[in-house]
């Protein structure tokens, strides 16, 4: 069983940036793909972004083309979300996730962290 924690989440101002991390508990982390979600009050889970076991390809919503950056550490078993530019509509529980499989679906979550983007 992978254990995900995040942290860094925060109240900023729009324009403001955070950075998200995301440490796992499993020697094997780096045969693992990582993701980030994103889930705003009454709505969905969305896709933020994914980054390879490698780290050498990454994947981004639109929304976040150009604003966030995925970045992973397997020495330290981190992943990190570097957020800037950050609008209201960034506002929602962010969620690391591991794809145990390496096969879209993840199979390993962590519990949250609030980051609010005020206007």
């Known amino acids: 069983q992978v254990q995900l924690v995040e942290s860094g989440g925060g109240l900023v101002q729009a324009g403001g940036s955070l950075r998200l991390s995301c440490a796992a508990s499993e020697r094997t982390f780096s045969t693992y793909a990582m993701g980030w979600f994103r889930q705003a009050p009454g709505k969905e889970r969305k896709f933020v972004a994914r980054i390879t076991s490698s780290g050498l390809i990454t994947y981004y919503a639109d929304s976040v083309k150009g604003r966030f950056t995925i970045s992973r550490d397997n020495a330290k078993n981190t992943v990190d979300l570097q957020m800037n530019s950050l609008k209201p509509e960034d506002t929602a529980v962010y969620y690391c996730?591991?794809?145990?499989?390496?096969?879209?679906?993840?199979?390993?979550w962590g519990q949250g962290t609030q980051v609010t983007v005020s206007s």
């Open positions: 996730a591991a794809d145990h499989f390496n096969d879209q679906t993840y199979d390993y």
